[in-house]
């Protein structure tokens, strides 16, 4: 089967860093990427990995490192606006079917 | 960017009736579009597979006569949720991949389905 584990709930400071850890079992493997979600919303896109290593947008890196099927998301200069939940996501298959994580919910407080 | 619309937004129904939800790709057509189900404070769950001129390929336990998927254009899939009850009553979220090749996907905003 599949499955991708990533913590529940991590609380942090206005402007502060915070990781946000994945691993992952799948049969397949073509890329890690990450998604926000606010509530009540559809999910955005936000990195994505294919290789291993450190990939940087903005205040979001994204890091992969497929030996130890393992990802994380560092979130830097964190605002309130980014009070969120966060999804993992696995795309296992050719046919670019993509698995979700069970999303870890971020509160930041001032 | 790429778009993905989904109308509607939010529907209330009754039990028993049937409720279709529409998934358009505005500036790019899509061969392949994705429905994915999402319950309160959980994950998404992929649904099936929509295909451009031929059957939606649904994930095990997904009752395809209950959720029927037509995939008529390069631009729309349509999810529809026959008889529905309330334990049908969740979030749908479309989804495509922007461009061919593409790795990740694009998501509608979804439809929030409430059942009565």
């Known amino acids: 089967g599949q499955s991708l584990e990533q913590p529940s709930e991590v609380t942090a400071v206005e402007g502060a860093i915070v990781q946000i850890n994945c691993t992952y079992q799948?049969?397949?493997?073509?890329?890690l990427s990450w998604y926000q979600q606010h509530d009540g919303g559809a999910p955005t896109f936000l990195s994505y990995?294919?290789?291993?290593g450190l990939e940087e947008t903005g205040r979001f890196s994204s890091f992969l490192s497929r030996s130890d099927s393992y990802g994380y998301l560092l979130l830097q200069e964190l605002q309130m606006k980014d009070s969120a939940s966060y999804f993992c996501?696995?795309?296992?298959?050719?046919?670019?079917?993509?698995?979700f994580g069970s999303g870890t919910r971020l509160s930041i407080r001032p | 960017g790429a778009v993905v619309s989904q109308h509607p937004s939010r529907v209330i129904c009754k039990s028993g009736t049937s409720v279709k939800i529409e998934c358009r790709s505005l500036?790019?057509?899509?061969?392949?579009m994705f429905w994915y189900r999402q319950f309160p404070k959980q994950s998404l769950m992929l649904m099936a597979t929509?295909?451009?001129?031929?059957?939606?390929?649904?994930e095990q336990g997904v009752e395809k006569d209950k959720f029927l998927i037509n995939h008529a254009s390069l631009t729309l899939s349509t999810l529809t949720v026959t008889s529905a009850h309330p334990e049908d009553s969740s979030f749908y979220i479309c989804?495509?991949?922007?461009?061919?090749?593409?790795?990740?996907?694009?998501f509608g905003a979804g439809s929030r389905l409430t059942v009565l």
């Open positions: 989804s495509a991949r922007p461009y061919s090749g593409a790795n990740v996907l694009t």
């Open positions: 799948t049969s397949g493997f073509y890329g």
């Open positions: 990995n294919a290789l291993d």
């Open positions: 996501a696995v795309r296992y298959s050719s046919a670019s079917k993509i698995i």
């Open positions: 500036d790019f057509q899509a061969t392949t």
């Open positions: 929509s295909n451009e001129g031929s059957k939606a390929t649904y």
